[in-house]
């Protein structure tokens, strides 16, 4: 960890990256455990390191604002596909995959 911040940016986001795809992975593997929602985990565990890399480039003032367009049509095609799921609560899981994303 140390060598991937003191190494370089593309050290930084590529270990980061990993480090938050791992982590939002085991999360996700955590709250489907409880069965009360399944969620699909490569694909929001995906969306989550989107979010890391945008704010990464925005931060370091490699990318405007407008980075966020990406994570924004992520999250537009999230909310579009659980108009269309058969689940009791999708709003649940909604809540699960986009607060993870967040604390992670």
């Known amino acids: 960890m140390l060598w991937a911040i003191l190494h370089g940016p593309i050290a930084f986001v590529v270990f980061f990256s990993l480090l938050v795809f791992g982590i939002l992975w ?4 955590l709250i489907n455990v409880s069965r009360e929602v399944h969620i699909f985990r ?3 565990s995906l969306g989550g390191t989107m979010l890391f890399i945008c704010a990464f480039l925005h931060a ?3 990318a405007s604002a407008t980075i966020y367009v990406l ?4 999250m537009m095609a999230m909310f ?3 108009l269309y799921t058969k689940q009791q609560n999708p709003i649940r899981e909604l809540a699960y995959i986009i607060m993870g994303q967040i604390y992670i």
Request: proline share 6%; charged share 10%.
């Open 60 to 62: 370091s003032h490699q």
């Open 71 to 74: 994570y924004l049509a992520y």
């Open 42 to 44: 490569p694909f929001h």
């Open 80 to 82: 579009i596909s659980r």
């Open 26 to 29: 085991e999360f996700f593997n």
